[in-house]
């Protein structure tokens, strides 16, 4: 049958399906010179199907070329109505032709081997490019790719039936919005519905491919799957003074060495006496970032009560959403984490210029990936704290890895830090509950790393079990581990989950990023090594949050990043912002300074003796980088060798 007659049939048959059950309205709608009766969903589902038939027919994908995003749904596994642990593929159905997609593209940089060099040469003491830190119109003028490559993608796009689409002042995302079909039609693979872990999710079914002449502009496409998502890192435990509160370590923190000191819980302004920044003046010259998603009216009048509290100065609050226009942003799921990281920020910081939340709509890797974006195209924020990560895999099959990298080559031109915290799950961040998805369940010793701690142009932070003498006197710290746990509830409606899981830092090897100059001179790596250091992220030892009126202890590497942020906020505003990327510096001077660092030597990251994940020594390690900053330490340091720090 030929394509242009199958097609006209197709609509033939809607339309007048359509008109046989109900009289049209007299308002209509608008295409070009096409007046069309306004129809169902899926009447428009059927005809964009119909469409999409005809115009794959017409289209030779022959030479089409793949991106980074790889074939999302035959690496997914789930369980059939038996039982077994099938891949997703042979369950899926295809999604329905008209059913809407929100896609997001990463572009590929421009002279990106030239850019890798000027960040090294940006790093590197007694380089002219030392230091030198690009404004935003700079990097685009000379890294970005050119309008005319975001034309032809534009073009592209428009042919496809996509619709909204809006292209970032960096020009290195574009998104857009679409359909199953329009999907089909621009990137050369199906999208297909299963359930996974008691969601109705999506994945595409092969490569997404574009044509040969797009192949070198285009990096990834986002959006393609909403199977894996990224996770918070906290872990709530009870309310201060009430029955819940489990302020004991746990039983896989008995291999550690006898410690200096007792674990205690700590409010988040105890932190600066503990690791040595109090004598320091705040960050009041500082504007620090979160990446966040949805209401966060709830965590700012929580951090007003937090402020008035502590008797604190109020905080300069800002939120810039950045999802794309009519976003959802109700989601108070995250309320706990986004409470944890301003009140830990204010309190380690002694208070910023300003705190920006960069709200995405939610926590899909397209929305985190732009929210990250926004923070590095606004350059407003010199630190940015990302309590956030997925499964490294996971990330690299979508791309997003890829244009999460992009992201983050920018802000350390531009002299930004993110921080990231390297996840709770130990070394098995990807090895899930087949019940609720929830990473941290022993899978033997296949371990793996958190993105985007495992990218090599963030810093990432691992979690101790901090121990002090009295509240505020530093005692030691050992690498964060609280044993197994039934996962509990896991949803909002009540949903649980026996499996036992593992809390404890994050850190190991990536698979997938090679390691940064800096480390790998130092430590001999092949591949990115995580963390860089680490900080307190104990339940026994954690912070004191504000929460809905009350107050809770809370821990994670959620805490450990926040903490490091609001100390590297202190360090920059006492060097009038100047300083950037921290990184390499702590490689280079680290194993030659032990006194800038509280190096932490005992307690492993596994989920026991026999299977230990990484364990803390002497130096740097994965379970614990190179430990903790002695705050004070560091900053002096810096300002007595300026050759070095900028």
Known sequence: MRCDYFVARCFHIVYFKRKKKMKFKASAVKKRDVTLPRTSALSLALALACASMGAQAAVDTSTWVSTKTQAFLPQVQVKNNVGAVVTADTLATEMVQGEQVHVV?????????????????????????????????????????????????????????????????????????????????????SLKHFTYQGRKVYANTAAAQVPASL????????????????????????????????????TASASVSTPVGTAVYHNTTDFPLIYNAASMPAASTTTVAIISNGDLAPTITDLAAFTTGLGLPAVNTTVVQTGPAGSDYSDTSGQVEWNLDSQTITGASGGTKEL???????????????????????????????????????????????????VFKQAVIQGQTFSISTGDAGPYNCSVSTISG???????????????????????????????????????????????????????????????RLWATGGGYSKSEAAPIWQRLVNGNAKRALPDIAFDAASASGAIVYYDGARYVVGGTSLASPIFVGFWARIESVHSNRLGFPAPYFYVNFPWNPALVNDVTTGYSGADATDFGFKAKKGWDAATGYGSLNVAKVSAYISHNPWFWR
């Not at 509240?471 to 989950?497: C, H, Q, R």
Request: net charge negative.
């Open 438 to 500: 929830t990473p941290g369940v022993p899978d033997g010793k296949h371990y793996d790393v958190s993105e985007p701690a495992s990218s090599p142009y963030v810093v990432a932070v691992g979690g101790t079990t901090l121990y002090t003498t009295g509240k505020t006197t530093f005692g030691s710290e050992a690498a964060w581990n609280e044993g197994l746990s039934p996962i509990g509830v896991y949803d909002g409606n009540g949903d649980s989950d026996p499996t036992l």
């Open 105 to 189: 593209l990463s572009l590929n940089l421009r002279k990106e081997a030239q850019l890798d060099q000027a960040i090294i040469d940006v790093r590197t003491p007694g380089n002219p490019s030392f230091g030198q830190f690009l404004t935003p119109a700079q990097f685009a003028a000379q890294y970005a790719p050119t309008q005319a490559q975001v034309n032809l993608v534009v073009a592209h796009l428009q042919q496809a039936g996509f619709t909204g689409i809006e292209v970032t002042p960096n020009r290195l995302l574009i998104s857009a919005n679409g359909t199953a079909a329009t999907v089909q039609q621009a990137f050369n693979t």
């Open 215 to 250: 192949g070198g502009i285009v990096n990834a496409v986002l959006g393609l799957q909403n199977v894996a998502l990224n996770h918070t890192h906290s872990k709530l435990g009870g309310k201060v003074g009430g029955v819940a509160l489990n302020n004991t370590l746990a």
């Open 356 to 406: 920006r939340f960069y709200a995405a709509p939610t926590l899909d890797y397209t929305d985190i990936t732009t929210a990250y974006n926004r923070a590095v195209t606004d350059n407003v924020a010199k630190v940015i704290n990302v309590s956030l990560g997925s499964c490294e895999a996971d990330t690299v099959s979508s791309g997003t890895q890829a244009a999460d990298d992009a």
